[in-house]
């Protein structure tokens, strides 16, 4: 049997606990150090399959402003980010978008769609 430990700073709030997660054959064994539940689930997701929170803008023709805000729900694993905002970067969108709108379905192949998190109107 592997075992590991790693040590984090959980990201979830500004208390930012430190966090020991105990590991067995790639399975959490373990988690102390955090104050609440949502501690002991980022730690749980982080040491097995990290997740983060990308938001962004994607270029916008026609619209009142050039761009439209945009963000990927739900979040993309760690290792696909600069997949996933290189295929944001290419992406252009016509207004009107709506917020809630899928601008790009399966982004970069994660699951995620990269949706509008604010209306965009015609200019
Ligand atoms: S464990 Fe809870 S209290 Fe501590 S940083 Fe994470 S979210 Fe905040």
Redesign the pocket.
Known sequence: METKTMNL?????????S?RVELADGAVTSVT????????E??RTEAVAPVRTVTSTVKARGGVRPVVAVKAVPDVPKQSIFAVMDAIRAAKVCAPVHIGDVLIADVAGTGSNVVASADLAKA
């Open positions: 700073t959980c990201i979830r709030c500004p208390m930012g606990c966090i150090g955090n104050t609440c539940r949502r501690g002991e980022y730690a």
